[in-house]
């Protein structure tokens, strides 16, 4: 690895505790952000030469910090600079450094990081952008990239977002324990949104972007390690991991969506599965279900299977079982009912999610598992309307290009022999 | 002599390579790894998991089962076990009847890549 590289990943590495502390000494984001843009760019000139620091956030801290204070001084031309000379003599006096940066306050900057980028005012995709901007630290081209909208419309989402949360109060003292348990899960409910932007984006030709996935998967990975107690923490980052583990087998070559059926499992990334399996095993050792827990289980019992007509069905109909009593909603009860399908047949499928047609009338996989298990019954008039209603709910090409496969297949069978 | 060369990195920078960054330290590692391989003097190889999937057992009358890595400084580390276990409770069980009545703490880790090794023992 050059020198780029290390420094580019240590800079990542470091950025959400760095961002997060900056934040609570100057209690302004885009402050926050700029010292840590000085610091980096002090480190670039001194870390080549002096070698990595020990610990490279508190280095930036320290020094954004600094760089920031002293920008201040110079502004009010009242006191003469600091020679760079002070800063550069860091890295020698470094190993003090974490010391003296209070290290227990580290999880709940981050904590109040995370979570004011999911402020309940803001609108999802807003919270999503303003975490892989100021969390994740990719730049407003790579996310507008990603959620493919202009580079200035992305702009614009990111500073009306940060606007809002400068006019929001957010409170900066340590938090109790019950408002600490209230951000983990509005952070957890953000981190779960951006894993299923990039897992089923939400329109534009890509169905699938990976590089959300992934930074969703750090981010997981990063609430985990400041609460590694937590089963449904354990739980969420499990699922994006099993979940994640089928992209290399979710397209075919020509970009058209593979259901888990049909998929090749030798694709699936069996280290994923492996960390996720391990770490659902290590929330379910709490006995403290949570929903986390249970769809991680779920993906858990398809990750298990080595061919498709080999999943327990029975367990994942149990499991859905449960979620469905843990917190109810229509789309539950609708994933339950695929598992009804395989284990009792398409009647008995079609009758539980018939009651769901009104809540679920504008919901493009309700239309698409209705056509399935209609065409399975020979009902293929009412199938193909399914599967109509379906292509006009579609968010993607993929999506919509699937269910025409349907669709064609309908037409195909119900024509005269 | 068979000697242990224990790996330590910081995991927010690691767990920051690209997969091309990961696959250059591993290819640079394994030129190293392959001359002692193929003279018979590699032993097993194992790269574990991140330590957000490890859980510390420690040990005392009745050893106390911790989520999470272990953190403390003042204890060094002076061996481990590989063993086969169907799920990690297993292996907390494994940990925590070698740890009944004595002092010190095991760190449970699931192994991401295992390598046997040619090494004779």
Redesign the interface.
């Known amino acids: 690895?050059n020198d780029i590289?290390?420094i580019?990943?240590?800079f990542?590495?470091?950025r959400p505790?760095a961002i997060g502390a900056l934040l609570r000494y100057f209690r302004d984001l885009d402050q926050a952000e700029e010292a840590f843009q000085e610091a980096c760019l002090r480190a670039l000139k001194h870390w080549p030469v002096n070698g990595p620091p020990r610990d490279?956030?508190a280095w930036l801290i320290l020094v954004g910090r600094n760089t920031a204070l002293d920008d201040v001084r110079r502004r009010n031309k009242s006191q003469p600079l600091p020679p760079d000379k002070l800063i550069s003599d860091l890295g020698d006096a470094e190993s003090d450094l974490a010391e003296r940066l209070d290290s227990s306050r580290y999880r709940d900057d981050m904590l109040r990081l995370l979570f004011i980028c999911c402020h309940p005012e803001l609108p999802a995709t807003q919270q999503i952008a303003l975490a892989l901007r100021v969390v994740s630290g990719l730049t407003v081209n790579e996310i507008a990239h990603a959620f493919l909208v202009s580079e200035s419309a992305m702009e614009q989402r990111i500073t009306r977002a940060k606007r809002h949360i400068a006019a929001a109060k957010v409170p900066y003292e340590t938090p109790g324990a019950v408002e600490r348990a209230e951000r983990v899960a509005a952070v957890a409910a953000m981190i779960y949104l951006l894993f299923n932007e990039g897992y089923s984006a939400s329109g534009g030709d890509a169905h699938i972007r990976l590089p959300l996935c992934e930074e969703a998967i750090?981010l997981a990975?990063l609430l985990?390690?400041l609460f590694?107690?937590e089963p449904e923490i354990?739980a969420l980052?499990a699922l994006l991991l099993l979940q994640h583990s089928r992209a290399p087998a979710r397209l075919d070559a020509d970009g058209a969506i593979v259901l888990l059926d049909d998929q090749d499992r030798r694709l699936w990334n069996r280290?994923l599965i492996?960390?996720g399996l391990?770490?659902v095993?290590?929330a379910l050792?709490h006995r403290r279900p949570g929903p986390y827990q249970i769809q991680a289980a779920i993906s858990g019992v398809h990750a298990h299977a080595a061919r498709a007509e080999d999943t327990d069905w029975a367990e994942i109909d149990q499991l859905y079982g449960v979620l469905e009593r843990l917190q109810p909603s229509p789309v539950v009860t609708l994933n339950r009912a695929v598992a009804v399908a395989k284990l009792h047949g398409p009647a008995a499928a079609l009758a539980i999610i018939e009651p769901l047609a009104p809540q679920l009338g504008g919901y493009f996989h309700f239309f698409g598992v209705k056509g399935g298990l209609l065409m399975q019954l020979g009902r293929a008039e009412e199938a193909r309307t399914a599967f109509d209603r379906a292509i006009a709910l579609a968010h993607t090409p993929a999506e919509a290009a699937h269910i025409r496969l349907h669709l064609d297949r309908v037409l195909k069978d119900s024509q005269p022999a | 002599m068979l000697y242990a060369i224990l790996c330590y990195h910081?995991e927010?920078?690691?767990?920051?390579?690209t997969k091309a960054?990961d696959d250059?330290?591993l290819a640079k590692r394994a030129a190293v790894t392959g001359k002692l391989a193929a003279q018979g003097r590699l032993g097993p190889v194992a790269r574990l998991?991140?330590?957000?999937?490890a859980?510390t057992i420690r040990s005392g009358g009745e050893p106390l089962?911790?989520?999470?890595?272990f953190a403390e400084t003042k204890e060094q580390l002076l061996g481990f076990y590989l063993v086969d276990c169907a799920?990690?409770?297993e292996a907390?069980e494994v940990a925590r009847e070698m740890g009944r009545g004595e002092s010190g703490a095991f760190e449970v880790r699931?192994v991401?890549?295992f390598r046997p090794g040619v090494a004779p023992a």
């Open positions: 690895m590289a290390w580019d990943a240590a990542r590495g470091a505790q490279p956030a750090r990975r985990l390690k590694p107690g354990m980052t280290e492996a960390e391990a770490l095993d290590k050792r | 910081d927010d920078v690691v767990g920051a390579w960054d250059a330290v998991m991140p330590t957000s999937a859980v089962v911790i989520d999470g890595p799920s990690l409770e907390i699931p991401r890549l």
